[in-house]
């Protein structure tokens, strides 16, 4: 069969529940409908799904060129301070000769971020100009943005071991800079960006 031929589950008047994953008959009515197992509220689709991705993406990017641009740290030694950028970091311990930390860094805190928010932004491209071709694939790139977000605290993470790395032998300090707040943000809006994105909106445009 192909797949024009196969009828979603909404069109045949069935509804998986958000919370308990129970799949149960929608009914014809205006009225909320609630999960028979655990009283959820139903919903076919994720409510305001592609406005509220759009939102947090929009977000994610304009703090993404603060989060490279700007200090992420400042490290103060006999009172010389001085601050480094995400970027800075990266060459600094490529020139350390540390490259596998400098490949984490360089991972968690530009490639992921980026490649993130860039397959969220296709995704919701496709949605709006209702494409009905290669859905395959842009359910793969959702997978895909999915695997990864599982990850997301490898930036938590590469953040310890930079603090770590900083030998400061008693006699200096550590500050955040203002890229360390942008950087936080574009961490967790990427995430709740992912998280309301509804893969299946991307099928509905097929009308199946």
């Not at 409908?33 to 509220?41: F, G, N, P």
């Not at 103060?76 to 490529?94: C, D, M, N, W, Y």
């Not at 980026?114 to 959702?142: E, P, V």
């Not at 032998?169 to 809006?189: D, E, H, K, N, Y």
């Amino acid at each position: 069969m192909s797949i024009s031929n196969k009828q979603s589950a909404l069109r045949q008047g069935l509804c998986r529940c958000h919370a308990c994953g129970y799949v149960s008959a929608m009914l014809a009515s205006n009225e909320p409908q609630h999960c028979e197992r655990c009283a959820a509220v139903l919903h076919a689709r994720l409510p305001h799904s592609f406005q509220r991705t759009a939102a947090l993406l929009c977000t994610g990017f304009v703090l993404y060129i603060p989060a490279n641009i700007f200090p992420i740290m400042t490290v103060s030694r006999f009172g010389v301070a001085e601050a480094h950028t995400i970027v800075g970091g990266i060459i600094a311990f490529i020139h350390s000769g540390m490259l596998p930390i400098a490949l984490l860094v360089f991972v968690a805190s530009i490639l992921v971020p980026l490649l993130k928010m860039t397959g969220l932004s296709i995704l919701l491209w496709a949605i709006h100009q209702r494409w009905q071709r290669n859905l395959k694939l842009l359910t793969r790139i959702y997978r895909i943005i999915a695997f990864v977000g599982r990850w997301s605290m490898l930036d938590i993470f590469m953040i310890s071991i930079l603090v770590s790395l900083v030998d400061l032998g008693g006699v200096g300090q550590i500050i955040a800079g203002p890229a360390a707040t942008a950087f936080a943000a574009v961490v967790v809006l990427t995430m709740f960006a992912a998280n309301s994105f509804d893969p299946r909106l991307l099928w509905d445009r097929k009308g199946v």
